[in-house]
């Protein structure tokens, strides 16, 4: 159980463009998710908390108009990577908090390059 | 604010053998939890075991084990047994109950050689 999905795994654009990622908890209701960005060889770095059926909190530096997420049912929050930049390329991964365990669950992750 | 710290950045076995890796963390709470994730080079992060602060009993989960020192704010992990497939980072991590986020360690880069 507690299985998260994510959807691209993988994605590549033009810089200008948007890109959005899907973050589903398949098995379990999610009121809260978490979208984090890991560089190479990095610790993960919590970007922002999706919460269902509210707005985002987003952490310090991080820009909500930039990184738009939405989290419309208590199964799938996305992230939308507005106007995306070359120095927007990274690996995004995404969690979704198992309430009972108080424990989040990962996506495997998505991998934007931005050309 | 809560911190952890791995002090190992990168550590090597031989197959079978036994292996620990050292997590300390930094909190005034009282009540939280604690987790060792894995990530593997497909990068999906993987839940290996949590603890509960409030148990004594140290989690266990098949080769997988903790040394829970609360007062020494001491979380390492024991790994039996290690197999070529253990090989993975490892994050430390850790949250107070009530709140939500993860504030995870540096990582430790554990490698099995056959």
């Known amino acids: 159980g507690a299985v998260v999905s994510q959807h691209p795994s993988w994605v590549i654009c033009k810089s200008g463009t948007s890109v959005k990622i899907e973050c589903r908890s398949l098995d379990f209701q999610a009121t809260t998710m978490f979208w984090y960005r890991q560089f190479p060889k990095q610790s993960l770095m919590l970007m922002a908390t999706s919460n269902e059926g509210s707005k985002a909190t987003y952490e310090q530096g991080v820009e909500k108009d930039k990184f738009l997420i939405n989290h419309a049912s208590l199964t799938l929050s996305t992230l939308t990577v507005t106007s995306a930049h070359p120095e927007d390329s990274s690996f995004y991964i995404c969690?979704?908090?198992?309430?009972?365990?108080?424990?989040?669950?990962f996506g495997p992750g998505t991998r934007l390059t931005v050309l | 604010a809560q911190t952890v710290t791995q002090s190992q950045p990168e550590m090597s076995v031989q197959e079978a053998e036994t292996v620990t890796l050292s997590c300390t963390y930094d909190?005034?709470?009282?009540?939280?939890?604690l987790f060792w994730y894995k990530q593997p080079p497909s990068r999906q992060m993987i839940l290996v075991i949590r603890?509960?602060?409030?148990?004594?009993q140290n989690a266990t989960e098949n080769r997988f084990s903790v040394n829970f020192q609360k007062a020494a704010k001491s979380f390492s992990l024991k790994i039996s047994d290690s197999q070529l497939g253990d090989t993975a980072m490892y994050f430390c991590a850790f949250s107070i109950q009530g709140a939500q986020k993860l504030v995870f360690g540096q990582g430790t880069r554990l490698t099995i050689n056959p």
């Open positions: 909190t005034s709470e009282s009540n939280y939890y």
């Open positions: 603890q509960e602060a409030y148990k004594q």
């Open positions: 969690s979704a908090r198992l309430a009972a365990q108080n424990t989040q669950y």
